[in-house]
């Protein structure tokens, strides 16, 4: 069993940044492949990035390449998503998850999930 908590969501102008942060706690979190996934109202949950288990490889939809980094720091069993060039497209309820991270992009790669944090972006 893994417990995921994110933190860092809020309200934010377009153009703007925020950094989300998922605390893993009651497994080995170097064990698994950790992503970020987001839904927005009215639409079906998407894969946004992910990272492999030792950090040294990553995931990314197309449309926020170039503008979210994701990263892990294994000693705090925590993995950031840092959200640059925010723009309204991006507000979604933003959800972390861990598992074997395969296939990377979907769901069905991850089998521990967070809460969730809202992330809005105003214009």
């Known amino acids: 069993q893994v417990s995921l908590v994110e933190s860092g969501g809020g309200l934010v102008q377009a153009g703007g940044s925020l950094r989300l942060s998922c605390v893993a706690s009651g497994r080995t979190f170097r064990n698994f492949n950790t992503g970020w996934f987001r839904q927005a109202p009215g639409k079906e949950r998407e894969f946004v990035a992910a990272?492999?288990?030792?950090?040294?490889?990553?995931w990314y939809v197309d449309s926020v390449k170039g503008r979210f980094t994701i990263s892990r720091d294994n000693a705090k069993n925590t993995v950031y998503l840092q959200m640059n060039s925010l723009k309204p497209e991006d507000t979604a309820v933003y959800y972390c998850?861990?598992?074997?991270?395969?296939?990377?992009?979907?769901?069905?790669?991850?089998?521990?999930w967070g809460q969730g944090t809202q992330v809005t972006v105003s214009s």
């Open positions: 990272i492999n288990r030792s950090g040294g490889s990553t």
């Open positions: 998850a861990a598992g074997s991270g395969w296939p990377v992009t979907t769901e069905q790669g991850y089998e521990y």
